[in-house]
C-alpha cells in the first residue's frame, strides 16, 4: 500500500519473472520472520492468533510447509504447488520434505499432474514421506494442472482445478476448526 493509502493493481504475467526472482532471493529465516510477524501483528489487533490458518502459493505454498513445522501458532495449513525437494541453497537450507518429521498441524497440498517445475516424482516422494509426519496430511494433485493453476491471470489457470482445490482448502480449514 502506498503512503496515501492506495492498494497497487495485481500483479501481471509481465510481472512474474521479476517476482519470482526475488522469491527464489528470500532466505527462508526472512520468511518465518515474516510470517510470525504477521500473527504477531494480528494479535496487537484483537484477531488473536494462537492458532491461525495458513496458505499459500507458489514459493508462499513452498514456506508454508517449514512454516507450520516452526510455529505452533498455525492450526492448519494449505500448502499451493510449493517446491517440495531440490538442491538446497544457503538462504534455503531444507525444503518441506526434509521437515515433515516437524509438521505441528494439518497440511494439505494441492499440486498440478503436469506442473514442469514440480515432477509428480516429487510430489509422490513428499506423499510417501508424509506417511511419517505426527499430523494428518494430504495431498491432491489435479491430473491436467500445471504450476499456477489457481492464478486466474496466468495461461495456467484451470477454473475446475482451482474451484475444486479452494473447496478443498475451506473444506481442510473447517474441519480443523479454523476459518480462512
Same mark, same amino acid.
Given at each position: %500500500?502506498?503512503?496515501?493509502?492506495?492498494?497497487?493493481?495485481?500483479?501481471?504475467? @509481465?510481472?512474474?519473472?521479476?517476482?519470482?526472482?526475488?522469491?527464489?532471493?528470500?532466505?527462508?529465516?526472512?520468511? %518465518?520472520?515474516?510470517?510470525?510477524?504477521?500473527?504477531?501483528?494480528?494479535?496487537?489487533?484483537?484477531?488473536?492468533?494462537?492458532?491461525?490458518?495458513?496458505?499459500?502459493?507458489?514459493?508462499?505454498?513452498?514456506?508454508?510447509?517449514?512454516?507450520? @513445522?516452526?510455529?505452533?501458532?498455525?492450526?492448519?495449513?494449505?500448502?499451493?504447488?510449493?517446491?517440495?525437494?531440490?538442491?538446497?541453497?544457503?538462504?534455503?537450507?531444507?525444503?518441506?520434505?526434509?521437515?515433515?518429521?516437524?509438521?505441528?498441524?494439518?497440511?494439505?497440498?494441492?499440486?498440478?499432474?503436469?506442473?514442469?517445475?514440480?515432477?509428480?516424482?516429487?510430489?509422490? $516422494? %513428499? $506423499?510417501?514421506?508424509?506417511? $511419517?509426519?505426527?499430523?494428518?496430511?494430504?495431498?491432491?494433485?489435479?491430473?491436467?494442472?500445471?504450476?499456477?493453476?489457481?492464478?486466474?491471470?496466468?495461461?495456467?489457470?484451470? $477454473?475446475?482445478?482451482?474451484?475444486?482445490?479452494?473447496?478443498? %482448502?475451506?473444506?481442510?480449514?473447517?474441519?480443523?476448526?479454523?476459518?480462512?
Amino acid at each position: %500500500m502506498s503512503p496515501d493509502g492506495v492498494l497497487p493493481p495485481p500483479p501481471t504475467a @509481465a510481472d512474474f519473472p521479476a517476482l519470482r526472482a526475488m522469491a527464489a532471493q528470500a532466505s527462508d529465516a526472512q520468511g %518465518m520472520a515474516d510470517l510470525d510477524a504477521c500473527l504477531d501483528g494480528a494479535g496487537e489487533h484483537g484477531g488473536g492468533c494462537d492458532r491461525a490458518p495458513l496458505t499459500g502459493f507458489g514459493w508462499a505454498g513452498r514456506i508454508a510447509w517449514p512454516h507450520t @513445522a516452526h510455529s505452533p501458532r498455525i492450526k492448519a495449513a494449505v500448502a499451493w504447488y510449493g517446491r517440495l525437494e531440490g538442491e538446497a541453497p544457503a538462504h534455503q537450507p531444507r525444503f518441506p520434505i526434509d521437515r515433515v518429521g516437524d509438521l505441528k498441524a494439518p497440511v494439505l497440498g494441492p499440486y498440478g499432474e503436469v506442473d514442469q517445475s514440480i515432477p509428480l516424482d516429487s510430489v509422490e $516422494r %513428499m $506423499r510417501h514421506a508424509l506417511e $511419517r509426519a505426527a499430523v494428518s496430511t494430504d495431498i491432491v494433485v489435479y491430473s491436467t494442472a500445471q504450476n499456477g493453476f489457481h492464478s486466474d491471470n496466468r495461461t495456467s489457470y484451470q $477454473r475446475a482445478a482451482a474451484e475444486h482445490g479452494w473447496a478443498a %482448502m475451506t473444506g481442510w480449514f473447517s474441519t480443523y476448526g479454523v476459518r480462512p
